[in-house]
Nanobody
Framework: QVQLVESGGGLVQAGGSLRLSCAAS????????MGWFRQAPGKEREFVAA????????YYADSVKGRFTISRDNAKNTVYLRMNNLKPEDTAVYYC?????????????????WGQGTQVTVSS
């Protein structure tokens, strides 16, 4: 079992930046791919970014490519999502997730463990 806890969300103006963190505990963090998803009110949860183990391969949704960066500190069992040039349409609850198969899937079903989410609100 892996427990995931996100932090770093908040209110920011358009054009600003935030860094989300996701701390993993429980079973070893190693060998798991990690992903970030988001869910806006009234919308489906959507893929944002993913990082394979140990972090060489990454993949991004087109909507965030060039603005968001996923990274991981494996010694700290933590994955990050750096978000720059934020837009109002980035407003959502952001979730991190862990994939035992170490894929770079964009499908929610590929992930085995989920955090509780952190709210990001971008004002215009």
């Amino acid at each position: 079992q892996v427990q995931l806890v996100e932090s770093g969300g908040g209110l920011v103006q358009a054009g600003g930046s935030l860094r989300l963190s996701c701390a993993a505990s429980g079973r070893t963090f190693s060998s798991y791919a990690m992903g970030w998803f988001r869910q806006a009110p009234g919308k489906e949860r959507e893929f944002v970014a993913a990082s394979s183990w140990p972090g060489v391969r990454t993949y991004y949704a087109d909507s965030v490519k060039g603005r968001f960066t996923i990274s991981r500190d494996n010694a700290k069992n933590t994955v990050y999502l750096r978000m720059n040039n934020l837009k109002p349409e980035d407003t959502a609850v952001y979730y991190c997730a862990a994939d035992r198969s170490n894929g770079l899937g964009i499908d929610r079903g590929a992930y085995d463990y989920w955090g509780q989410g952190t709210q990001v609100t971008v004002s215009s």
